[in-house]
């Protein structure tokens, strides 16, 4: 048994489907101070099913982080361009979220069909695109 200072024990405040959302959040909180970490961003898309990355902060250090990440979230368009979503292709916002779907396979198909595909889809537009492609499914109402 270690005799760790109390408080340096790491602890997870967030789960995040997505690694740039859970480094968008750890920018969040070192701009507030606060040292934070991401783990399983790469196994989270390994297997080919979402287990998603994991924000830990100290201990010590999780009240100021829960207060500091009930504030205004980061804008897509604040995140360095390594960490952000793909811009629209249609007007070019940078305001994008990301979701995994899992396509049905067609009765004909004869080549690999992926486990899951990434669907973008634009805030300011209503576009939805397909992550390896610029299939539009449709603008939302």
Same mark, same amino acid.
């Given at each position: 048994?270690?005799?760790?200072?109390?408080?340096?024990?790491?602890?997870?405040?967030?789960?995040?489907?997505?690694?740039?959302?859970?480094? $968008?959040?750890?920018? &969040? +909180?070192?701009?507030?101070? @606060?040292? /934070?970490?991401? =783990?399983?961003? #790469?196994?989270?898309?390994?297997?080919?099913?979402?287990?998603?990355?994991?924000?830990?902060?100290?201990?010590?250090?999780?009240? $100021?982080?829960?207060? &500091? +990440?009930?504030?205004?979230? @980061?804008? /897509?368009?604040? =995140?360095?361009? #390594?960490?952000?979503?793909?811009?629209?292709?249609?007007?070019?916002?940078?305001?994008?979220?990301?979701?995994?779907?899992?396509p049905e396979v067609p009765a004909n198909s004869v080549k690999e069909w992926p486990s899951r595909?990434?669907?973008?889809?634009?805030?300011?537009?209503?576009?939805?695109?397909?992550?390896?492609?610029?299939?539009?499914?449709?603008?939302?109402?």
């Amino acid at each position: 048994m270690t005799n760790k200072p109390q408080g340096d024990e790491l602890i997870t405040i967030g789960r995040y489907f997505s690694p740039a959302e859970a480094h $968008a959040h750890r920018l &969040a +909180l070192e701009e507030a101070g @606060i040292d /934070a970490c991401v =783990l399983d961003e #790469e196994a989270g898309s390994m297997y080919g099913v979402g287990i998603g990355a994991r924000l830990q902060v100290r201990a010590v250090d999780r009240d $100021a982080a829960l207060r &500091a +990440l009930q504030g205004q979230s @980061i804008p /897509a368009s604040m =995140l360095p361009d #390594e960490l952000a979503e793909p811009p629209c292709p249609v007007c070019a916002s940078r305001e994008v979220t990301q979701a995994a779907e899992i396509p049905e396979v067609p009765a004909n198909s004869v080549k690999e069909w992926p486990s899951r595909v990434w669907r973008y889809q634009c805030a300011a537009c209503g576009h939805s695109w397909f992550a390896d492609d610029d299939t539009t499914l449709g603008k939302s109402s």
